[in-house]
């Protein structure tokens, strides 16, 4: 009976990674057609930090979504240095959304 427990355990953690993988995926493909990996790239500096410098920063930041979001529909600059993040009013909330919990999850 535990060795039965034990397979279904795995199995749902195999398949909730399997979940999580497409996920990233698609939200990367999101990032990719919204015009942020213009600037960004998960893992190196661009004209903007990398994605992994951006959820290192604000990890444990409870109010970091709704920061992230404000700079992506806004713009800002200071944070990362003197060059600005132009403002993106064009991409939906939604969309927002999806690529700020990815960032945020590497």
């Known amino acids: 009976m535990k060795s039965v427990i034990l397979s279904m355990a795995v199995v749902s953690?195999?398949?909730?990674?399997?979940a999580q993988a497409a996920d990233a995926k698609a939200a990367e493909a999101l990032a990719q057609k919204s015009g942020?990996?213009?600037?960004?790239?998960?893992?190196?500096?661009?004209?903007?930090?990398?994605?992994k410098d951006v959820a290192a920063k604000y990890k444990?930041?409870?109010?970091?979504?709704?920061?992230?979001?404000?700079?992506?529909?806004?713009?800002?600059?200071?944070?990362?240095?003197?060059?600005?993040?132009?403002?993106?009013?064009?991409v939906k909330d939604e969309d927002i959304k999806t690529i700020i919990s990815w960032v945020l999850s590497l």
């Open 60 to 90: 444990g930041d409870k109010g970091a979504e709704a920061k992230l979001t404000a700079k992506v529909k806004a713009g800002g600059s200071g944070v990362w240095g003197p060059v600005p993040m132009p403002p993106h009013p064009q």
């Open 36 to 51: 942020c990996l213009a600037c960004h790239a998960v893992e190196k500096k661009v004209l903007g930090p990398s994605y």
């Open 13 to 18: 953690m195999f398949i909730a990674n399997q």
